[in-house]
Nanobody, 115 residues
């Protein structure tokens, strides 16, 4: 099992930037595929981006070109760099780790994009 803790959420103006972090308790997170999801009020949780153990990345079309997912396996941390933020990016952002034993979720961090 692995425990995940997100941080970095904040209130930001449209066009601004934020970097989210997801710290993993596992001594070795290289075996996990890691991802970010988000859930806006009253809506279902949506996939945002994934990074595999080899470094390959995938993005939802809505964030492609604005968000960058990365991981530092030595520090057991995953990041989501977000730029050109829009009000529709407002949501609770969750990180997820997946391996053959299952999916593990963090508690979420709130991102609000507003004037």
């Amino acid at each position: 099992q692995v425990q995940l803790v997100e941080s970095g959420g904040d209130l930001v103006h449209p066009g601004g930037s934020l970097r989210l972090s997801c710290a993993a308790s596992s001594r070795d997170m290289t075996s996990y595929a890691m991802g970010w999801y988000r859930q806006a009020p009253g809506k279902q949780r949506w996939w945002v981006a994934t990074i595999f153990s080899g470094g390959q990345t995938n993005y939802a079309d809505s964030v492609k070109g604005r968000f960058t997912i990365s991981r530092d396996n030595g520090k057991n941390v995953m990041y989501l760099q977000m730029k050109l933020l829009k009000p529709e990016d407002t949501a609770v952002y969750y990180c997820k780790a997946s391996d053959r034993t299952g999916d593990y979720w963090g508690q979420g961090t709130q991102v609000t994009v507003s004037t």
